[in-house]
């Protein structure tokens, strides 16, 4: 059963770094031909990509916010972690990680964590 | 990189069936094997309902139907139930490496 949880602080001041971790069960970087995507959600908008890592350490950025964003992977914790900086108030949002089953090789979510809601305030 | 666009809601009586747009470019939606699409009800995340344009994970029911022309992908909802009230978001991956988004739809069972 693949499970992900988001983690981090839930509230950060504007211009401060914004760290999010997803930790996850029920597959493994090891196994090859997944990834693990992030995506959020501004109160009562819509769904935004913002990057995804792939099993052979691929990453890809959403171009508008390549500049402010890294993904990083830890294999033997079962973590990917996103961070965003230079945070303003329009960043903020429920932040989500979902997995990406690229055995096709093609990209779609199939598994998702609850959400993370990040206020930005100062 | 603009966001699919999904028409804002779209509504139908029990027992009834809907269709939900989804229009993009040929370097997305018309160009892409990865197009999906999302429910999300309050307050939870999104769930997969189609992937690969029209193909249903097993545990969705088959009411759920996806499809696509030119650049446009289609989500069709047949027997419409009041639990499939809320969002719906088409995806789709672009030429350009990048996951794009629709506007997405707010479905009503009237």
């Known amino acids: 059963q693949i499970t992900l949880k988001e983690s981090g602080l839930t509230l950060v001041k504007p211009t401060q770094t914004l760290t999010l971790t997803c930790t996850f069960s029920g597959f493994s970087f090891n196994s090859g031909a997944m990834g693990v995507g992030w995506i959020r959600q501004p109160p009562g908008k819509a769904l935004e990509w913002l990057a995804l890592?792939?099993?052979?350490?691929?990453?890809r950025y959403s171009p508008s916010l390549r500049s402010r964003l890294t993904i990083t992977k830890d294999t033997s914790k079962n973590q990917v972690v996103l961070t965003l900086t230079n945070m303003d108030p329009v960043d903020t949002a429920t932040y989500y990680c979902a997995h990406t089953d690229y055995g096709s090789r093609t990209v779609y979510l199939d598994y998702w964590g609850q959400g993370a809601l990040v206020a930005v305030s100062s | 990189q603009s966001a699919l666009t999904q028409p804002a809601s779209v509504s139908g009586s029990l027992g009834q069936s809907i269709t939900i747009s989804c229009t993009g470019t040929s370097s997305d939606v018309g160009g892409s094997m990865s197009v999906s699409w999302y429910q999300q009800q309050p307050g939870k995340p999104p769930k997969l309902m189609i992937y690969?344009?029209?193909h249903r994970p097993s545990e969705i029911s088959n009411r759920f139907s996806g499809s696509r022309s030119g650049n446009t992908a289609s989500l069709t909802i047949s027997g419409l139930q009041t639990e499939d009230e809320g969002d719906y978001y088409c995806s789709s991956y672009a030429s350009s490496d990048t996951l794009i988004f629709g506007t997405g739809t707010n479905v009503i069972v009237l």
């Open positions: 690969d344009v029209s």
């Open positions: 890592i792939y099993w052979n350490d691929v990453k």
